[in-house]
């Protein structure tokens, strides 16, 4: 039986407005989102090269999607990589909002 030394920890950083995954505390990607009342739209989603094919990108996705739900918030999926991991986690769709207009409009004077 061979042990994983390797430590993964997904963390929601407030201050950036996104969620970190560390890999034995080195950040390993992100996910970015912006607050719109009890929504959390979601746009950007990147897994640094160094570790890339690890499989961290649904990890850290589906860990941000259970802080939301513990939050009491509602998901909106702008960015292709979280649309994509909604369309085939069907346990989250209580909890989603479509994109619309409106949305990306205001997100779009958020991010400038």
């Keep these: 039986m061979s042990e994983s030394s390797t430590t993964t920890v997904t963390e929601r950083n407030d201050a950036e407005r996104r969620y970190e995954i560390l890999v034995d505390g080195q950040r390993a990607g992100l996910t970015a989102y912006r607050d719109l009342a009890a929504q959390r739209v979601f746009f950007h989603t990147e897994i640094d090269n ?37 369309k085939r986690h069907d346990e989250f769709a209580d909890i989603t909002d479509p994109v619309t207009p409106d949305i990306l409009r205001w997100l779009k004077t958020q991010l400038g």
């Design 50 to 86: 160094a570790f890339a094919g690890q499989g961290l990108g649904p990890q850290l996705v589906e860990q941000a999607l259970v802080d939301v739900r513990a939050s009491g918030m509602r998901i909106v999926p702008v960015c292709p990589y979280v649309a994509k991991f909604l």
